[in-house]
């Protein structure tokens, strides 16, 4: 298989206690021994008061990640593709759908239908940064950040620009938690493009490989307590990012298929 290469301009992170990508890094590192921040949910600076109020925590998760990337890239959002991966999308709001559509069909709200889509996150952040790149909203169940890696990574070789990545799951909630074990509140956002800055954090090297291969384990108590998350593949990548190892980080896409990234600190 032929290495590709991508370069890290921006990382977001949000997790409940975690708020943000240095907070978090520490934590992964065993730094950081109790949470640094209680709030329930984030809170987007990119939406108006009202606006931040009413939306479902899977777009304030997301968006807020998505923000701390671009600020940290200083890139334009309005100019970069984007690409958003969560296993299973809100699930409070489509177990609220399902549960009306039982008992009281004609009560279903226009707003909470809006928001179940899988792609609400992505529109949220199109319409607030007034972005008019492609978009991309997908979901490969507890594979679903590396699927999305693995999309937006391609996209930025073979269209030559940065772009985007947004993984993001919420607690699974309803009869839905019978089916799935996401838990807590978890959202990563990486800006990856083809060409180094004087921002790049990191370099990517990644390939894909066929065959069955097992995932790189967690490292810290910090990743272990958030593994239970829909987008908990992510973890291991992040651990590596924190730790700076040079070691291959394994991050299964199937059954058949397996994504392996190698990193290395700034512009090598």
Sequence with gaps: MIARILYLDGIGFWATGLP???TARAAFLGKLTSPSG???RPSPALLPPAERRRA???VVLALE?????MAQSGMNPAHLPTVFASAHGDTAITDYICSTLVEQPALI?????????QNAAAGYWTIGTHCMAPSSALSAFDRSFTAGFVEAATQSAADACPVLLVGYDIEASGALASVTTSRGLLAVALVLSPMASERTVATISWTLHSGSRLATQ???????RLQH?????????LESLACGSADPVVMPVSSSLALSIVLNAGRN
């Design 20 to 22: 943000d990508w240095p």
């Design 38 to 40: 209680n709030a329930r």
């Design 229 to 237: 998350n829909g987008s908990a593949d992510a973890l291991p990548l």
């Design 109 to 117: 709200s226009p707003t909470k239908f809006h928001n179940s889509v």
């Design 218 to 224: 967690h490292r810290s108590d910090a990743a272990r």
């Design 65 to 69: 990640a998505a923000s701390q990337a």
């Design 56 to 58: 479902p925590d899977s």
